[in-house]
C-alpha cells in the first residue's frame, strides 16, 4: 500500500474533504472536493491559525470534530487498557 504524505512530506494521519450543499433548493445538489492530507502537526496548525478570512465556521466545525475524533481515539485506549 502506498504511503500518505501530508503537503510537508510527513505520514498523514488526517483527510479532510470540504462538502458544499446547495440549500432551499429540491433537491438537494451537494458536491465533495479531494480529500486533503494532514499530518498531526500540520492540521494542529491549520486549527490554530486564521487561515481564511470570514471562515471561523467552517474552521470551528473542523475544530470540532478533531476534538470529537480525539476524544473517541482516548476513549479507545481508555477501553483497551
Known amino acids: 500500500m502506498k504511503l500518505s504524505l501530508c ?3 510527513a505520514r498523514a494521519e488526517y483527510s479532510v474533504c470540504l462538502l458544499i450543499s446547495s440549500r432551499g433548493v429540491r433537491p438537494r445538489r451537494q458536491k465533495c472536493g479531494p ?3 494532514f499530518c498531526a502537526a500540520c492540521i494542529q496548525q491549520l486549527l ?3 487561515w481564511m478570512k470570514g471562515a471561523g465556521g467552517i ?3 473542523l475544530r470540532n470534530a478533531y476534538s ?3 476524544r473517541g ?3 479507545q ?3 483497551l487498557n
Open 73 to 75: 481515539i482516548s476513549q
Open 35 to 37: 480529500a486533503q492530507l
Open 59 to 61: 474552521q470551528e466545525s
Open 7 to 9: 503537503g510537508c512530506g
Open 68 to 70: 470529537q475524533r480525539l
Open 48 to 50: 490554530t491559525e486564521r
Open 77 to 79: 485506549n481508555s477501553i
